[in-house]
């Protein structure tokens, strides 16, 4: 089933909670499974300074933003981007098949929280991240 890992961050999620003022939010669900995340990013001159999360989900969906949110503090918000979930996947050492698409709703709040951002600051939105956001809404 869970890998040692998957078991580990989801009974002792790092980056659990919320942010006060949050420079940019991100909200992600899945119609299906019904499991909702929100991702808050604090920035600093494009850096991911803090970041936290609530997901009201499986065990899956809390593990990935876990190791999403761990991945993602500290770094520019660009690079940040580039996180899916194959890097989350190998971070947790695998998830079970019907599993995956959770990895994929952690790394697409982070994209929306970066949107948010982007958007607020009136800064300029690259087109792959308007298209990211167009399908992210779409599909929730
Ligand atoms: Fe849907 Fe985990 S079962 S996010």
Redesign the pocket.
């Known amino acids: 089933m869970y890998s040692k890992t998957v078991i580990e961050h989801f009974q002792n999620p790092h980056n659990y909670g919320k942010i006060e003022n949050p420079d940019g939010t991100g909200k992600v669900g899945?119609p299906?499974?019904g499991?909702i995340m929100y991702l808050y990013i604090k920035v600093k001159e494009d850096k991911i300074t803090d970041i936290k999360f609530e997901t009201l989900?499986?065990a899956?969906?809390i593990a990935t933003s876990s190791v999403v949110t761990d991945l993602a503090k500290g770094r520019n918000i660009f690079d940040a981007l580039k996180i899916n979930s194959e890097n989350v996947i190998e971070k947790l050492e695998g998830l079970p098949v019907i599993?995956v698409?959770?990895s994929l709703?952690a790394a697409d709040a982070l994209a929306e929280a970066v949107y948010d951002y982007l958007k607020k600051s009136n800064k300029a939105v690259p087109e792959e991240l308007e298209e990211r956001h167009r399908q992210i809404n779409k599909e929730s």
């Open positions: 899945n299906r499974c499991d989900g499986c899956a969906a599993k698409h959770c709703l």
